[in-house]
């Protein structure tokens, strides 16, 4: 390993002010091996030197780069299955019945890596809240550029739909554009991406019906966890539901939230701020698909045949 203690302390500051990532000690694998290739199109022997360069007047300009290297985007069509599988079965119908009057559902996809997250929302929009006669706008938003314009591009790699794209949906919403699968205009068209650091005071966004914030909160410390769900919920919706990860919670981070297990999952709802019941997330119901079988079952046995 080359990377000297004082250099990994550099770029743990630099992560840090610029995206509140946290890089803990024993972390200096992770930044050695993400900073390696941007050593060697530099054409310096090493990290270290690298770094020592970041911190020189003309190597100021790689910093943004360097910040982009460390944030991992990994992500997957369906990820987890199951919040997708509650926002078909809970709070699509608690939505439609809710937004009658205006007919328009606003989604946000807040840490949205390379898109599969937007586009799945958007598959199921388009089986499920489309058709009724909503118009559905999904802003997707990252921290890192090429994040942003992968989701704007839509285009994904075989290896890449082959990561939990039910084959259905492939063949509904997909077309093969050479070695790759690219998106229809159809989900493109409700999908609008942007960058945008959560740990900053936000830009001027639309009030969301739901929010999906998910696997970004564990990259931060409490203290910026409580401030960006803060700012979340001063752009959602009274109404709106937030969509957390596996390993994310707003319990002892910030009590203004309100939350309703559904199975093993966990919905959050702004708090209302006078103290009064929040409205019931509506019944289940099993959301059927095109074919008729259970949502779920589908999703699995499709994934299985693959
Ligand atoms: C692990 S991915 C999660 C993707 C998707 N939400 C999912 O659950 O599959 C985390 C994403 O958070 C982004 N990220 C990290 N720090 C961020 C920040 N301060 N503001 C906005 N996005 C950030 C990264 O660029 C990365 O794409």
């Known amino acids: 390993m ?63 780069a360097v910040v982009e290297a460390l944030t991992t985007n990994e992500t997957s069509w369906f990820r987890d299955r199951e919040p997708f599988d509650v926002l078909v079965s809970h709070v699509i119908p608690d939505l439609l019945a809710r937004t009658e009057a205006r007919r328009k559902i606003t989604i946000w996809s807040a840490a949205c890596s390379s ?24 802003v997707a938003t990252d921290i890192a550029p090429s994040m942003v314009r992968r989701t704007q591009e839509g285009r994904y790699s075989q290896l890449e739909v082959g990561r939990g794209l039910p084959a259905p949906l492939m063949v509904k919403h997909f077309q093969r554009s050479g070695t790759q699968w690219q998106v229809s205009d159809q989900l493109r068209s409700m999908v609008r991406a942007q960058t945008l650091n959560l740990a900053a005071p936000f830009p ?26 803060s700012r979340v919920r001063r ?62 079952s589908t999703l699995l046995s499709t994934q299985r045949a693959n």
């Open 204 to 229: 001027l966004l639309p009030v969301f019906d739901l929010v999906f914030l998910r696997n970004v909160l564990i990259y931060f410390d409490q203290p910026t966890k409580h401030g960006v769900l």
């Open 2 to 64: 080359t990377l000297s203690p004082s250099a990994f302390a550099y770029v743990a500051d630099l992560v840090r002010r610029e995206a509140a990532i946290v890089l803990e000690t024993g972390k200096e694998y992770l930044v050695e091996a993400r900073l390696h290739p941007l050593a060697r199109a530099a054409g310096l022997p090493d990290v270290t030197a690298y770094v020592t360069h970041l911190q020189s007047p003309v190597g100021r300009v790689h910093r943004a």
């Open 115 to 138: 898109g599969q997250e937007a586009y799945t929302i958007a598959m199921l929009m388009a089986e499920h809240v489309v058709p009724k006669g909503w118009q559905v706008e999904i």
């Open 235 to 296: 752009v959602m919706s009274p109404d709106g539901y937030l969509f957390l990860g596996g390993a994310e919670t707003t319990l002892g981070v910030d009590e203004t939230w309100h939350r309703t297990a559904v199975g093993r999952f966990t919905l959050n709802r702004p708090r209302p701020q006078v103290d009064g019941p929040l409205p019931p997330v509506l019944p289940h119901r099993t959301p059927r698909t095109l074919t008729g079988a259970p949502l779920t």
